[in-house]
C-alpha cells in the first residue's frame, strides 16, 4: 500500500515554505502596524456556527463542508459528565421544545436540575435525573461539527464568547491558517487550502474604516512583493434596500428564464444575486442589461458607498466599480471588495471581503458592525512565483569537514557557536574521509568547507574553503568567526 496525500491537499517544501513565512511574517508586521492583532482558532467548530452565518443555501455550506459527529463519551452513572453534554446538546434542546419528551413530573423536574448548576441538585433530584437521562437513550448525544471553510464566523463567536464588546475602540484581529472545502481540485483551488484574513468588529461602521482595511490590505500586497493586483468594489445593500432589489432582480431574471442556464434558473428561486456572478458566456449579455444595485440602493447605503470612494481616493487608492460583485457568502451588506492578481488563470480572486454588520448579532451577540477579508495565500503565493518572486532557499553557510577521533568533540563545540552566531551549518553525524566530505559540501551548496582534523586541532588552526573558488586559508576560531561575519 502506497501512501498518498489526500486529493485537494498538498505538502508544501522547502524553499517554497521559505516563501510562505515570509509571506505570512509580512502580513503580521504590516497588520500590527494597523493596530491588528493575531487571534488563533480552532480548526473545527458548530456545524450550525458556519450553517447560520455563511448560509445553509450557499454551496460552502450544502454542499463544501466536512462535516463530522463527534460523540463525547459520556459515562451513563457519571451525573456532572452527563448534565454538561446534555446541557450543551442542541437535540435535547429541540426535543423539549416541541414536546417529544413526556412531561412527567419527574422529567420537568429533571429538565429544572438541567437548568442549575449540578453543584445545587438535591439528594432527591439526582436519581430523577439520571432516570430522564437514561430515558433520554434514542436521542442523538453526538455534535454535528464541520472543519471551517472560513474563519469570520470563528472570530465573531470568540468577540461574543470572550464578551470583547466591552473593548475599548474596535477590535481588530487577524487569522492565518488552513480552510477547507470539498471543491473540485485545480490549479489554485484546494481542498486544504489557507487564508490570510482580518476583521474589525465594533460600534462605527464608519467607510473610513472599510477603506483603512483596503489599505492595510494593499500596503501588504505591496510588501509581499504582488505586482499588478486590481481591487473591485461595490455595494450590496442592506437589510432595507437589498430586499426590494431582490425581487426586482428575481422578477426581471424571470422574464429572461428560458435563455439562462440550469444554474441560474434554480437561482432565480434560492438566491437571485449569485446569476450575476455566473461566468457562463452565453449568459453575459443578459445579466448586463439586469438591473443594477446602485440603481436601488436607500440613501444611507448610497451615501455609505460614496464616501468609502471618497475615503479611498483620499489614500491614493485605485479602484473600479464591479456592480457584480455579490460575494458568495449570504452575512454580506453594502460594502464588498475583490482582489484580482495576475498569473493566476481562472482562479485569479486573491482577495476577497466585505462587510457584515449584524453577523454577530445573528449569533447572538449584542449589535455589532464588522468588515474584514480574507486572502487567500495559495494563489498569493502562486502569483508571486509566476512573476518571479519566488524565495532562493537558506544557503549553507559552513559545511564542516571533520576527520579523526579526536576532532570529533570540537567540531560539535564549534558548529553551535557558528549556529549560535546565526550562520547556517553541516555536521555530518558520522566520520567521512576529506574527500567524499567537501564532495557532499560541494553538492549541498555550501559556500565554506571548515576542515578539522587531528592536526588543526593540534595547532588550533582551522581550513576554511571557499568552494567557489577553492581558495583556502588558515584561521584561529575567533578569527574564522571574524572572517565569516565579513563575507556575509
Ligand atoms: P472563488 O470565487 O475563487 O471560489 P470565494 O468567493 O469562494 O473564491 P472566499 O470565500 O471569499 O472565496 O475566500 C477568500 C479567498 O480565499 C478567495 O479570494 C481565494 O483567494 C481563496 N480561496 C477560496 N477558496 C479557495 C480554494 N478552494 N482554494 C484556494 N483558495 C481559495
Ligand atoms: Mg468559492
Not at 511574517?25 to 497588520?31: E, G, I, L, P
Not at 474604516?209 to 499588478?228: C, Q, T
Not at 436601488?296 to 491614493?316: N, P, T
Amino acid at each position: 500500500m502506497k501512501f498518498q496525500a489526500i486529493k485537494g491537499t498538498r505538502d508544501i517544501l522547502p524553499p517554497d515554505s521559505i516563501l510562505w513565512n515570509r509571506v505570512e511574517q509580512t502580513a503580521c508586521d504590516v497588520f500590527a502596524t494597523y493596530g491588528f492583532g493575531e487571534i488563533r482558532l480552532p480548526i473545527f467548530e458548530q456545524t450550525e456556527l458556519f450553517a447560520r452565518s455563511i448560509g445553509a443555501e450557499t454551496d460552502v455550506v450544502s454542499k463544501e463542508m466536512y462535516t463530522f459527529e463527534s460523540y463525547d463519551n459520556v459515562r451513563i452513572g457519571h451525573p456532572q459528565e452527563m448534565v454538561d453534554i446534555v446541557r450543551a446538546n442542541e437535540a435535547v434542546k429541540e426535543a423539549w421544545a416541541n414536546n417529544r419528551i413526556p412531561r412527567t413530573d419527574e422529567n420537568c423536574l429533571a429538565i429544572a436540575i438541567l437548568h442549575q448548576t449540578f453543584d445545587s441538585i438535591k439528594d432527591e433530584g439526582a436519581p430523577a435525573l439520571l432516570r430522564f437521562l437514561h430515558g433520554l437513550h434514542n436521542i442523538d448525544f453526538g455534535q454535528s461539527l464541520s472543519l471551517r471553510p472560513e474563519a469570520t464566523a470563528s472570530v465573531c463567536r470568540a468577540y461574543i464568547e470572550h464578551g470583547m464588546q466591552t473593548l475599548p475602540g474596535n477590535v481588530k484581529l487577524y487569522y492565518m491558517g488552513p480552510m477547507f472545502r470539498r471543491e473540485r481540485p485545480q490549479k489554485g483551488r484546494y481542498r486544504q487550502f489557507y487564508q490570510i484574513g482580518a476583521e474589525v468588529l465594533g460600534q462605527s461602521d464608519a467607510p473610513a474604516i472599510d477603506a483603512e482595511v483596503i489599505e492595510m490590505l494593499l500596503a501588504f500586497f505591496e510588501k509581499a512583493g504582488l505586482s499588478g493586483a486590481t481591487l473591485s468594489v461595490n455595494s450590496i445593500g442592506d437589510k432595507n434596500c437589498r430586499p426590494q432589489y431582490i425581487e426586482t432582480l428575481r422578477a426581471a431574471l424571470l422574464k429572461v428564464k428560458d435563455h439562462l442556464g440550469p444554474d441560474s434558473q434554480r437561482r432565480i428561486e434560492t438566491n437571485p444575486l449569485r446569476v450575476l456572478d455566473s461566468k457562463l458566456h452565453e449568459e453575459q449579455a443578459i445579466i448586463e442589461k439586469l438591473p443594477r444595485i446602485a440603481d436601488h440602493l436607500c440613501d444611507a447605503c448610497r451615501a455609505h458607498f460614496a464616501k468609502l470612494q471618497d475615503e479611498l481616493k483620499l489614500r491614493g487608492i485605485a479602484y473600479e466599480i464591479n456592480w457584480r460583485l455579490v460575494r458568495g457568502l449570504d452575512y454580506y451588506t453594502r460594502t464588498t471588495f475583490e482582489i484580482v492578481a495576475p498569473g493566476l488563470g481562472s482562479q485569479n480572486a486573491v482577495c476577497g471581503g466585505g462587510r457584515y454588520d449584524g453577523l454577530v448579532e445573528l449569533l447572538g451577540g449584542p449589535p455589532t458592525k464588522g468588515i474584514g477579508f480574507a486572502i487567500g495565500t495559495d494563489r498569493l503565493i502562486l502569483s508571486l512565483q509566476e512573476t518571479g518572486k519566488a524565495a532562493a532557499a537558506k544557503s549553507l553557510d559552513v559545511y564542516v569537514a571533520w576527520m579523526g577521533e579526536k576532532a570529533y568533540a570540537p567540531s560539535v563545540t564549534l558548529a553551535r557557536k557558528l549556529r549560535d552566531a546565526g550562520f547556517a551549518v553541516e555536521l555530518p553525524p558520522e566520520e567521512m574521509k576529506f574527500k567524499k566530505s567537501l564532495g557532499l559540501a560541494d553538492k549541498l551548496g555550501a559556500r565554506f568547507a571548515l576542515i578539522i582534523g587531528e592536526d588543526e586541532v593540534a595547532s588550533g588552526q582551522l581550513t576554511l574553503k571557499r568552494l567557489a573558488d577553492g581558495e583556502q586559508s588558515k584561521y584561529s576560531e575567533a578569527a574564522l568567526l571574524e572572517h565569516l561575519r565579513a563575507a556575509r
